[in-house]
């Protein structure tokens, strides 16, 4: 008995019907990427302006209107003349690591894990079986990958932010990304176009040695999109998710390294917090919040 697609294989296969694959790497990419950063990065750039959830906003300092405007008109402009010919010149790279688009989805997997050949061989497995160990062995797949890409971009990024808080790089490239020391989520991607590159590369490095499905790409995108804004929001909530993942900084983590003079901010990774404190760059940070939770703050 066949299987019925599923909504998602109805959808991908609306998408690799009617877009080459060229079309749905390069602009779908960026225009998903585009929807995801925007989307997400509106809400604290609103509360700032109109002073909502007041009570936890990481610093009492807001920035003005205006100085948010300027930070917005930028990105559209870096996005389309950095962001998008990355996308479209990387594209040969990226097939040649082996990406791909076709579909079965909820097979794709199989190619490492070899399960649906054996369940398919296998009389009398029952089908839900078959669904239930093919979707988790898929998930496990996609989960493994997207965590080695965020383990392995925030140690490049750990080590490529460590030296643009050098003097020279600092002063030629990184000051542009530091310009809002009280940071909102749109200002995550707010960076001098030497330093979108090599963001650009830390970020796509793990997808180009593994090789992914333009899914799991576009997972990992959205993802650590998610992240970085959620990074720069200025604001440490309940639900935050730093305080629920072990190992994760958040906003309460990288606002600290906005606020602080350059040469004195530490807190270098992207996205955990083991790499800081390995080479003691978070020691100033840690420092600070032992103090501030003694005195009674939230920082
Ligand atoms: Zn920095
Ligand atoms: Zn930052």
Redo the contacts with the bound molecule.
Sequence with gaps: MAAQPSALDSAWQYLIGNFSEFQLATVVTFLLHETVFFLSGLPSLLFERFGLFAKYKIQKKSNAPSYQNRCVLRLILYHVCVNLPVMIFSYPAFKFMGLRSSLPLPHWYSDSLSFTPIATKVPNVPLFFHYYCSSHLGVTVVVSQILFYFVLEDFIFYWGHRALHTKWLYKHVHSV?HEYAT?FGL??EYAHPAEILFLGFATIVGPALTGPHLFTLWLWMVLRVLETVE??SGYHFPWSPSNFLPLYGGSDF?DY??RVLYTKSGNYASTFVYMDWLFGTDKDYRKTKAIEEKEGKNL
């Design positions: 990304h940071p200002t995550s990074a720069h990288h390294h906005h």
